[in-house]
């Protein structure tokens, strides 16, 4: 399997099909198989999309307080729910590479596959919403010229990230480098170690 390829035809699909109803109390039914990695992918890129509308809302200016502080607080577990997918790629890919036999001068890399492919879910989503902008009907043409622009570099950048996603699990494959799985440790979302929620003085 290309898995570039795979996430992000997949992570396009997805966000085309958020837009259906554009509703982040949205319910989906997950198209792919349980426990498969289309599977984790697509629920990646879910929590992606409706995170990334999430934070449109919270910026109305009009925004009620008491709604905002509710959103910001759905917003947070959204980030957690999105690490620990993040979490659950990177863990199939140590799986996946689990008998290669490493290099003595094996390398390991700044940033897991799985933490490379969340950046390839949130290229997607602004690629999907800088084209809206492209597309705009009651935009000013230098508005349209200069997402234009930007449109471009996205697209670019998203080639260039699948590029070396796909050379870091060659190498990971052929034992060039090498992988580990860091679990987050976020301490304000832990009761025991938030001074806020454990009643530090």
Do not use: N
């Given at each position: 399997m290309n898995y570039t390829k795979t996430a992000n035809r997949l992570f396009d699909?997805?966000?085309?099909?958020y837009h259906v109803t554009d509703?982040?109390?949205a319910q989906v039914h997950n198209p792919?198989?349980?426990?498969?990695i289309e599977a984790d992918l697509f629920t990646k890129c879910w929590?992606?999309?409706?995170q990334w509308h999430l934070e449109d809302i919270i910026r109305d200016p009009e925004i009620d307080p008491v709604a905002a502080l509710a959103l910001k607080r759905r917003i947070d577990r959204s980030n957690q729910d999105r690490t620990d997918l993040v979490e659950k790629i990177d863990s199939y890919f140590r799986n996946l590479y689990a008998?290669?036999?490493v290099c003595d001068d094996a390398t390991i890399n700044t940033e897991s596959p799985a933490w490379?492919?969340?950046?390839?879910?949130?290229?997607?989503?602004k690629i999907y919403h800088m084209r809206e902008q492209v597309e705009r009907g009651d935009a000013?043409?230098?508005?349209?010229?200069?997402?234009q622009g930007k449109l471009a570099v996205l697209l670019e950048q998203r080639e260039d990230l699948s590029t070396a996603i796909d050379q870091l699990l060659d190498d990971i494959a052929a034992g060039r480098k090498y992988m580990k799985v860091y679990r987050q440790m976020k301490m304000y979302n832990d009761p025991a170690t938030n001074p806020v929620l454990y009643g530090k003085k």
């Open positions: 699909e997805t966000i085309k099909l509703d982040v109390d792919y198989l349980e426990g498969t929590i992606d999309t409706v008998d290669v036999e490379a492919i969340d950046r390839l879910s949130i290229l997607a989503l000013s043409p230098s508005h349209i010229e200069q997402c």
